[in-house]
């Protein structure tokens, strides 16, 4: 199973659509490879063929777009950012972009619910488990925890 797999499951199961479900995939895998330690993490996106490339397509941790408004939630974002570190950036950032989309909680948690069964199924319980465990305040905003 690959990522692209991974998104039209997402896609379908919490009815979306597919740019909106690999914006969430990908922000999602963001989160996990800026925050989840060490080698469960590579080991994780080893097993998810095209994982990487779409946690850096959606980069939490890039510079946002020039010009595109800034304002209150992005320098707060920055100072939580530099106050907190990369980990907590990381976290802050993803869950913006998550509700920058347009999504309402229950569609957030109903994409979080199905892409963690879905790397289950390709990376193994174990290490999805271990890699989300690193990550506990993740699990709680997808509502996994």
Known sequence: MDVQDIVNTV??????????????VGTI??????EAEGTSAS???ARIPGADALAQKYDVMAAAPAGGGGGFLSSLQGALGGVLGEK?????????ALKA???DLAQI????????QQAEAAAGPDLTNQVLGSVPS???????G
Do not use: P, R
């Open 11 to 24: 896609s379908q199961k919490a009815g979306l659509d597919q740019a909106t479900t690999e914006k969430v």
């Open 29 to 34: 895998f963001s989160v996990l490879e800026h």
């Open 43 to 45: 080991s994780f996106f």
């Open 88 to 96: 907590a950036g990381a976290l802050v950032n993803g869950l913006a």
């Open 101 to 103: 989309s347009g999504l």
């Open 109 to 116: 948690q109903k994409a979080g619910e199905t892409l963690v």
């Open 138 to 144: 993740l699990k709680s905003h997808l509502g996994l």
